[in-house]
């Protein structure tokens, strides 16, 4: 059965390597990615950070010249999601787009607000870049 998706996304009015830059810098999280607090660390090479679920783990895609950004959440429980995420050069600038998915057991409302939360998170990422 196929997941129910939503693409969601934001134009930045800046240079594609420099949005890739810091978007792909895990200790960068917590000025855009408003579910994680300030504390976001490395651990034995991996990364971690305090979100309103718990304790995370944050896995992510390795740098790479195609504006891939996937990341993989696994929660204490153990339950992962992954998160593809891309930025892609449009013009002089550039788009990020969140592919989220609908978590299996997830209420229309509980989806709508992930996306929203998304959304707002991609929106900061922009306006954090744009006045740089």
Same mark, same amino acid.
């Given at each position: $059965?196929?997941?129910?998706?939503?693409?969601?996304?934001?134009?930045?009015?800046?240079?594609?390597?420099? @949005?890739?830059?810091?978007?792909?810098?895990?200790?960068?999280?917590?000025? %855009?990615?408003?579910?994680?607090?300030?504390?976001?660390?490395? @651990?034995?090479?991996? %990364?971690?950070?305090?979100?309103? $679920?718990?304790?995370?783990?944050?896995?992510?895609?390795?740098?790479?010249?195609?504006? @891939?950004?996937?990341? #993989?959440?696994?929660?204490?429980?153990?339950?992962?999601?992954?998160?593809? $995420?891309? *930025?892609?050069?449009?013009?002089?600038?550039?788009? *990020?787009?969140? #592919?989220?998915?609908?978590?299996?057991? $997830? #209420?229309?409302?509980?989806?709508?607000?992930?996306?929203?939360? *998304?959304?707002?998170?991609?929106?900061?990422?922009?306006?954090?870049?744009?006045?740089?």
């Amino acid at each position: $059965m196929a997941t129910e998706t939503r693409h969601l996304s934001t134009f930045v009015d800046r240079p594609t390597q420099e @949005v890739y830059d810091f978007a792909s810098d895990p200790a960068n999280l917590p000025a %855009w990615a408003a579910g994680l607090s300030s504390k976001v660390e490395q @651990v034995d090479g991996q %990364w971690f950070a305090d979100s309103p $679920m718990g304790r995370i783990e944050l896995s992510f895609a390795p740098r790479n010249e195609y504006g @891939v950004l996937d990341h #993989t959440v696994t929660l204490a429980s153990g339950e992962a999601t992954a998160n593809p $995420m891309r *930025v892609v050069p449009d013009g002089a600038g550039c788009e *990020v787009v969140f #592919t989220l998915r609908r978590r299996p057991g $997830m #209420t229309d409302d509980d989806y709508a607000a992930d996306a929203d939360a *998304v959304q707002a998170d991609l929106n900061t990422l922009k306006h954090l870049l744009e006045k740089a």
